[in-house]
């Protein structure tokens, strides 16, 4: 009875040891078929690209004023927040759902104007209510960066949660067709550089310097448009 006992016993522990290799194995062919670092760098690089891409046109098309930006806009936002959530930049990540929400209101925005002037005009913006809405974002992004800080691991909370407040009002002023964004702008993204550089993500650190020259031309033209507006009234 011991013998048999013995045998079994050892029978077991046999078939355990076989299960274990089968299991290895099974998980070694499982590791072989994921994406290994470099194939993932490769992907997210190429994810990058077509993302920098659309935004150039969406850019390009918001200085033509042309109702297409913000579809480009709306797209480049969704590319950008699975890309910024794998670099730990939250306050980026959240700041493209606010861009995403800011893209339907400013299409919804331009559409009623070009309905009623059968063109987008560029309206005014008192000085007033500029230093008044750049306190509050200042109020914000501090309130932001804690949180941010304190409950997360972002990376650079504080400029990230203040480039996310000043982000969102530029977004604001360009869905209400102020040419004071475009200033706004040239300043959030000269800074967005040093951050994206400062993080290593070269391609849209490019972009954003792009960006600045796009601003400044957007703000050229737009001050054009307003000239002959102007001129018309």
Same mark, same amino acid.
């Given at each position: 009875?011991?013998?048999?006992?013995?045998?079994?016993?050892?029978?077991?522990?046999?078939?355990?040891?076989?299960n274990?290799?089968?299991?290895?194995?099974?998980?070694?062919?499982?590791?072989?078929?994921?994406?290994?670092?470099?194939?993932?760098?490769l992907?997210?690089?190429?994810?990058?690209?077509?993302? *920098?891409?659309?935004s %150039?046109?969406g850019?390009?098309? =918001?200085? /033509?004023? !042309?109702?297409?930006? &913000?579809w480009?806009?709306?797209?480049?936002?969704?590319?950008?927040?699975?890309?910024?959530f794998?670099?730990?930049?939250?306050g980026?990540?959240?700041?493209?759902?606010?861009?995403?929400?800011?893209n339907?209101?400013?299409?919804?925005y331009?559409?009623?104007?070009?309905?009623?002037?059968?063109?987008?005009?560029?309206?005014?913006?008192?000085?007033?209510l500029?230093l008044?809405?750049?306190?509050m974002?200042?109020?914000f992004?501090?309130?932001?960066?804690?949180?941010?800080?304190?409950?997360t691991d972002?990376?650079?909370?504080?400029?990230d949660?203040q480039? *996310?407040?000043?982000? %969102?009002?530029a977004?604001?002023w =360009?869905s /209400?067709? !102020?040419i004071?964004? &475009?200033?706004?702008?040239?300043?959030?993204?000269?800074?967005?550089?040093?951050?994206?550089?400062?993080?290593?993500?070269?391609?849209?650190?490019?972009?954003?310097?792009?960006?600045v020259?796009?601003?400044?031309?957007?703000?050229?033209?737009?001050q054009?448009?307003?000239?002959k507006q102007?001129?018309?009234?």
């Amino acid at each position: 009875m011991c013998l048999e006992n013995s045998h079994f016993s050892n029978q077991d522990k046999n078939i355990g040891k076989v299960n274990q290799q089968l299991g290895i194995a099974k998980i070694a062919d499982f590791s072989i078929m994921l994406p290994t670092n470099s194939e993932r760098s490769l992907l997210l690089s190429a994810f990058e690209i077509f993302a *920098v891409v659309i935004s %150039l046109i969406g850019v390009t098309l =918001t200085i /033509r004023r !042309h109702m297409w930006c &913000w579809w480009f806009n709306f797209l480049a936002c969704s590319l950008y927040a699975y890309f910024f959530f794998g670099l730990r930049l939250y306050g980026e990540t959240l700041l493209q759902f606010f861009f995403i929400a800011m893209n339907v209101y400013g299409f919804y925005y331009w559409l009623k104007g070009k309905r009623q002037d059968h063109e987008i005009r560029i309206e005014p913006i008192a000085k007033t209510l500029v230093l008044a809405q750049m306190g509050m974002v200042v109020i914000f992004g501090l309130l932001f960066g804690l949180m941010l800080k304190h409950f997360t691991d972002a990376a650079v909370p504080m400029l990230d949660s203040q480039l *996310v407040a000043f982000s %969102l009002l530029a977004t604001y002023w =360009t869905s /209400r067709k !102020h040419i004071a964004t &475009w200033i706004l702008w040239i300043f959030v993204n000269i800074i967005y550089v040093g951050m994206f550089i400062y993080k290593e993500v070269f391609l849209t650190a490019g972009l954003y310097a792009a960006f600045v020259g796009l601003a400044a031309y957007g703000w050229w033209q737009w001050q054009q448009v307003k000239q002959k507006q102007l001129g018309h009234a």
